[in-house]
């Protein structure tokens, strides 16, 4: 049985940083691009970025842009998501996605695998 999941989230003040990981069990990590997407409270989904199989290249969204990093170490079946400077609009339901793909990332149809989420909330 596949699973991912996400842990990290909490309730922060605007300027904070957190790290959000995401850790995969019941799959081959290494063939997977992982991908993250928020759900804000207007229920909107949105993209934030996702990294390719073999980490060589790194999808962008604009939503978080600057002030997000994504990294993955595939020895701990991990993707982890460094945010900085967290705004009270960065306030969401924040979900990884595992795709067998390189391609298509920014858009979840594709993805084959979701976890959970994990809950951050901004105060200011």
């Known amino acids: 049985q596949v699973r991912l999941v996400e842990s990290g989230g909490g309730l922060v003040k605007a300027g904070d940083s957190l790290r959000l990981s995401c850790t995969a069990s019941?799959?081959?990590?290494?063939?997977?691009?992982i991908g993250w997407f928020r759900r804000t409270p207007t229920e909107e989904r949105e993209f934030v970025e996702a990294?390719?199989?073999?980490?060589?290249?790194?999808y962008y969204g604009d939503s978080m842009k600057g002030r997000v990093t994504i990294s993955r170490d595939d020895a701990k079946n991990t993707v982890y998501l460094d945010v900085s400077y967290l705004k009270p609009e960065d306030t969401a339901v924040y979900y990884c996605a595992a795709i067998g793909s390189d391609y298509g990332l920014k858009g979840p149809s594709g993805y084959d695998y979701w976890g959970q989420g994990t809950p951050v909330a901004v105060s200011s």
């Open positions: 019941g799959l081959s990590f290494p063939k997977y691009s």
């Open positions: 990294i390719i199989r073999d980490g060589t290249y790194i």
